[in-house]
């Protein structure tokens, strides 16, 4: 009875412990504000429904909504490192809610078009604010059990979001742009409350606005991994914008596609957490390898399935690889950024990330029209070349992080 009573504490402290206030305040904001994130995966179904426009009109309204949050991580890298970490998460916030509002209340094209174009750069800004800020806050070998908290706060908002804004498109989709701003606004409100500033001080060539992106892509392992991301971006993003359409020419309906990829959710919120702090005590490159290597078999097998069930195999599969590698690339770009510079370094990644998630529908469609059972192979394929050139990059990411963590 004892050794169990203390092996929960334990157990508990060894996932949780050892993380500063302030890190707590982020994370609690950050699954509040994606509790509310729900215009963004129904905004295409509400600009055809709500605002009767054709399919191929909301795409290239969507479009422009990527191409702002393309430009938004260069921006807000510049703005966390120029201006601080807690002004550029909570402005960027309350810019969102203020443009989820004006979104809400656009009728005309034109006014639809320039709100998601501000949307877009407004409704990420946070990301390379809040990685630079848990880069500041917590020591290296604490960062990939903190960036996977916030991975799988961010995973159980989403779950919730996905189902409570379903319910609201019905209800009306006032509620949702509503709902959808005063989480943003919270989240902006809470940092400014509970979050200190943890900009370095402006001192020597280090200060803050010394130094840009020129250095940022000076910095050949940087530049590589962003490639890497960019890549691996590109794969992973094929589960939200071609995967639901290959099911679909299947045979199968929306319905179908809402439950396996539920898989992907479930499984994160359930194992994801105690997984993090093993994971992330391991050589980061390695670990962050085999993962993109698990997430390109797992979608490389969708190729082989013709049943709901073989669906969820995959998705269960290649949410395996997502699982290994949470919290593992923010740790990397914090060890790679000089502490100057790490709202542009996170700007970086976020836009790969962001560049990724928009190539994502070109290459998945353009496969899917030439050969639907060549597109999944062709896919694990890519990811395959992503995971080697970490491998490739392996020895001096190592050398950076050691240099990092002394």
């Known amino acids: 009875m004892t050794s169990t009573t203390l092996a929960g504490p334990g157990f508990l ?142 995973n159980l908002g989403f779950a919730v979001a996905m189902v409570a804004g379903g319910w609201l498109a019905q209800a009306g989709y006032g509620w949702m742009f509503g709902i959808n701003a005063a989480t943003s606004l919270a989240f902006g409100l809470l940092v400014w409350r509970a979050v200190p500033e943890t900009l370095p001080a402006r001192s020597g060539p280090g200060g803050p606005g010394r130094g840009g992106f020129a250095d940022v892509l000076k910095d ?85 399935v013709s049943s709901i069930a073989g669906y969820a195999l995959s998705v269960i599969l290649w949410t395996a690889g997502e699982i290994v590698t949470a919290g593992i690339p923010g740790a990397i770009v914090a060890a790679l950024a000089p502490p100057h510079l790490r709202g542009r370094y996170s700007g970086m990644y976020g836009f790969a990330w962001s560049g990724g998630a928009l190539l994502a529908p070109l290459l998945g469609t353009g496969l899917l029209e030439v050969s639907p059972a060549a597109l999944w192979p062709a896919i694990g394929a890519i990811n395959l070349v992503a995971a080697g050139g970490l491998l490739a990059i392996g020895p001096a990411l190592r050398r950076r992080t050691a240099a990092a963590a002394h």
Not at 72 to 82: E, P
Not at 246 to 264: E, K, L, P, R
């Open 220 to 304: 050949r392992l940087m530049v590589a991994f962003s490639v890497i991301t960019l890549i691996s971006t590109v794969v992973y993003s094929q589960a939200f914008t071609t995967l639901p359409l290959a099911m679909t020419h299947g045979g199968f309906t929306t319905v179908d596609y809402g439950m396996v990829i539920a898989v992907n959710g479930v499984l994160i919120v359930l194992v994801q957490p105690l997984t993090g702090d093993w994971f992330g005590r391991l050589d980061h490159s390695t670990v962050l390898a085999v993962g993109l290597a698990v997430i390109g078999a797992g979608f490389a097998l969708t190729a082989a």
């Open 13 to 154: 402290r060894s996932k949780l412990g050892g993380l500063p206030p302030a890190f707590w305040a982020l994370w609690t904001g950050t699954l509040v504000n994606r509790v509310g994130m729900m215009v963004q995966p129904f905004i295409g179904v509400y600009l055809t429904q709500a605002r009767g426009m054709s399919l191929a009109a909301a795409g290239a309204v969507m479009a422009v909504f990527g191409v702002g949050s393309l430009l938004s991580q260069i921006i807000a890298g510049w703005l966390a490192d120029r201006f601080g970490r807690r002004i550029t998460l909570t402005g960027g916030m309350v810019a969102t809610a203020a443009t989820m509002v004006a979104l809400g209340y656009s009728t005309s094209l034109p006014a639809i078009v320039a709100t998601m174009f501000v949307l877009g750069m407004t409704v990420d800004i946070y990301r390379p604010a809040s990685t630079a800020l848990v880069a500041d806050l917590i020591p290296p070998l604490d960062r990939p059990r903190a960036y996977g908290l916030l991975f799988w706060a961010l």
